[in-house]
C-alpha cells in the first residue's frame, strides 16, 4: 500500500523568499507525481507534473524528482500572499494507474 | 468549459439523516472519481465509474455509502443515516478516460452532520 507523506506540515515565508515542499513515497516503482494547490473551499489547481527524474518548471513553481530516494520537492520561487494554501503531493503507479495517492497537505503561509 | 460542478457546496445535516451529493463531470469526459478530504486522512480515494459503469469501489465504507452514475453529464454520492463522523469535504474529479490521465476537480461539498 502507498504511503505518500508531506512535511512539513505548516510552513511560513516571507513574501519573495524561497519557499520548499517536501514529499516521499514508499512505493520505487511509482512513475507519475504531481503538485495540486488547494484554497480554502475552491478546488485542486495542478501547477506542476512530473513523470522522470529530473527537474521540471512551470512559471514560478519547480518540482524535483529522485526517485531512487522516493522523494518529490517543490520549489516556490518569489511566493506572494496570493500563494498562501495548502499544497498537495499526488503519486500514482502504473498499477491502476487512475488511483491517485495524496498525501496529507503542506499549510504554506505567505507573509506580506 | 464550466469545470467540474459539484451541488450543494454546503449541506449540513442531522444525524441519521440522508445525504446526496451531485456531480456533473466536465463534458466529454468518460471517467468519474469520488473522493473525501478530511483533517485526519487526507485526501482519501472513495469510488471510480469509467463509460457509466463502477470500476473500482474499495475505498468506499461497507455501509451506508453508494455511488451512482446514471447517465454521463451525472453521478451522485449517496450516504444513508448520516454521522458526525461522515463531515468532510466531498471531491469530486473527471478524466478523459480512465488510465493516467489528469483529473479535473471539482469545488468540493462541505457536509457537516450534527
Known amino acids: 500500500q502507498q504511503k505518500v507523506q508531506q512535511s512539513p506540515e505548516s510552513l511560513t515565508v516571507s513574501e519573495g523568499a524561497m519557499a520548499s515542499l517536501n514529499c516521499t513515497f514508499s512505493?520505487?516503482?511509482?512513475?507519475?507525481f504531481r503538485w495540486y494547490r488547494q484554497h480554502s473551499a475552491k478546488g485542486l489547481e495542478v501547477l506542476v507534473s512530473i513523470f522522470s527524474d529530473g527537474e521540471k518548471e512551470e512559471g514560478r513553481f519547480t518540482a524535483h524528482l529522485n526517485r531512487a530516494n522516493l522523494h518529490v520537492s517543490l520549489h516556490i520561487r518569489e511566493p506572494q500572499p496570493s500563494d498562501s494554501a495548502v499544497y498537495l503531493c499526488?503519486?500514482?503507479?502504473?498499477?491502476?494507474?487512475?488511483?491517485?495517492?495524496f498525501g496529507k497537505g503542506t499549510h504554506l503561509h505567505v507573509l506580506p | 468549459n464550466a469545470g467540474v460542478i459539484q451541488t450543494p457546496r454546503h449541506k449540513v445535516t442531522g444525524k441519521g439523516q440522508e445525504a446526496t451529493l451531485w456531480c456533473e463531470p466536465i463534458?466529454?469526459?468518460?471517467?468519474v472519481f469520488w473522493y473525501r478530504q478530511t483533517i485526519v486522512q487526507g485526501l482519501e480515494f472513495l469510488t471510480y465509474?469509467?463509460?457509466?459503469?463502477?470500476?473500482?469501489d474499495s475505498g468506499m465504507p461497507k455501509e451506508r455509502f453508494s455511488a451512482q452514475m446514471p447517465n454521463q453529464s451525472h453521478s451522485t454520492l449517496k450516504i444513508q443515516s448520516t454521522q458526525p463522523q461522515d463531515s468532510a469535504v466531498y471531491l469530486c474529479a473527471s478524466s478523459l478516460t480512465g488510465g493516467n490521465y489528469e483529473q479535473y476537480f471539482g469545488p468540493g461539498t462541505r457536509l457537516t452532520v450534527l
Open positions: 465509474f469509467r463509460n457509466q459503469a463502477p470500476i473500482d
Open positions: 512505493d520505487g516503482t511509482s512513475n507519475n
Open positions: 463534458s466529454g469526459h468518460s471517467a
Open positions: 499526488a503519486v500514482r503507479t502504473d498499477t491502476n494507474a487512475y488511483k491517485v495517492i
